[in-house]
């Protein structure tokens, strides 16, 4: 049996913090992980400007509400649980993705949670685990679990390359060049067949 492990933002939905920054006009919170590879610096920059604006997780919330999955994202998926197990591995939290995984039928999610005080605002945020991509693929290999690995950031190629094989779905330039052992796949048609294709090899 192989199990797919799917990145959520970039992958089967937007990127939730740049729909946020493009809605409330700060550009400073555009920057995601294809930007800033230090996540836990790129996360302290996002909190720092949250609080400077006085923006609390229901005004983020309220953005994510309005969101669906990228287009084809739902049909993509669905299709291909039908043949394999999928997982998503996301560094996002819990308290932003849960409507947008009700929009792709539940799958099984791993990311993080948030932390927030009295009045609602983010004030920390709390990991599950460290490195918990990579730990994750990891985890199922030793299960005797065939794993291919979906992503399109500087914060999955830790599971891509803990995983039997590896695709990035629609990279920045930067990314691929950096990457070159992955393949790259442009739409979901061609990321089915990236998939399809190294299932035969696991």
């Not at 609390?56 to 291909?80: H, K, M, N, T, Y």
């Not at 849960?98 to 009295?118: K, Y």
């Not at 693929?137 to 992503?151: K, Q, S, Y």
Request: aromatic share 10%; net charge negative.
């Amino acid at each position: 049996m192989i199990v797919v492990c799917l990145d959520l933002e970039g992958v089967l939905a937007p990127e939730i913090w740049v729909e946020f920054a493009r809605q409330v006009g700060i550009d400073e919170l555009k920057l995601t992980t294809r930007d800033e590879p230090d996540y836990d610096k790129l996360m302290r920059h996002r909190l720092h400007v949250l609080e400077r604006n006085g923006f609390r997780l229901s005004d983020i919330q309220r953005v994510v509400d309005g969101l669906g999955p990228l287009p084809g994202a739902r049909e993509f998926l669905s299709a291909l649980r039908t043949q394999y197990q999928a997982v998503i591995l996301s560094d996002t939290y819990y308290e932003f993705a849960l409507p947008i995984m009700r929009q792709l039928d539940w799958p099984t999610l791993f990311c993080h949670h948030l932390e927030m005080d009295a009045a609602g605002h983010i004030v920390g945020y709390r990991l599950r685990m460290k490195d918990q991509k990579r730990a994750a693929v990891a985890a199922l290999r030793d299960l005797n679990f065939g794993t291919i690995a979906v992503g399109d950031s500087y914060n999955d190629t830790a599971m891509l390359q803990e995983a039997h094989a590896g695709v990035f779905f629609c990279p920045p330039a930067n990314i691929k060049e950096e990457f070159p052992q992955f393949q790259v796949a442009s739409n979901y048609t061609e990321l089915r067949r990236a998939i399809d294709q190294s299932a035969r090899r696991i």
